[in-house]
């Protein structure tokens, strides 16, 4: 399945059926999302964010929050910008580097691996691609997603892509903001916040 169509059955289950059974998801870069017959969700890894060699795969916990000795994690700032990056830092925090904003390609590619990376770049190209359908880029004034439903699909595609961001051990808090509100993603909290957003999925649309 791919993450589009994961972010779309996540989306359903969570907003539309009644009754549910328990369901797992598991997107390609090892984000695996399981929805719980009273509609709870919990959220894991299958494998670190860089795999061994061999390939094998183990599933770990969720990390806990980085003590206060451990240095600084990053914290980035995720949302839309036609034909920029989709992650920045956010400029506020002394653990990032000083006087850079947007996080190039290369150090997103070193620090998550190729899987993060792929999905991330497919995410940001169907908003590309959308935009300019849309001639936004020449002062339409239309949203990227006229449709209601594949803009939540595609902002549920970026929610699952912060997610997994959030729970690297070198990231102290992931915000997001695909369209209208923003959120904070935090280690200790992932479950939750992916839960109420999900809840509340329209006051995150324009």
Partial sequence: MSNHNSAQVLLQLTTTLKYISKVTIETTYGLVVVVNPDKS?????????????????????????????????????????????????????????????????????ERYGEAWNKAYDDWRERYIVAFEEQECQLGSYQHPFPDKEERRAWVVEGLLLVCWLSLQPDVENVEYGPDAEKVDFNKGSVDATLQSFLEEIEKYLT
């Fill in 41 to 109: 969700i919990t959220v894991q890894q299958t494998t670190a964010r860089k795999p061994d060699s061999e390939g094998e795969s183990s599933r770990l916990p969720n990390p806990e929050p980085q003590s206060q000795e451990k240095p600084l994690g990053y914290k980035y700032r995720v949302f839309p910008e036609y034909l920029d990056t989709f992650v920045w830092y956010d400029s506020t925090w002394p653990g990032n580097p000083e006087d850079d904003f947007n996080v190039d390609e290369d150090e997103l590619m």
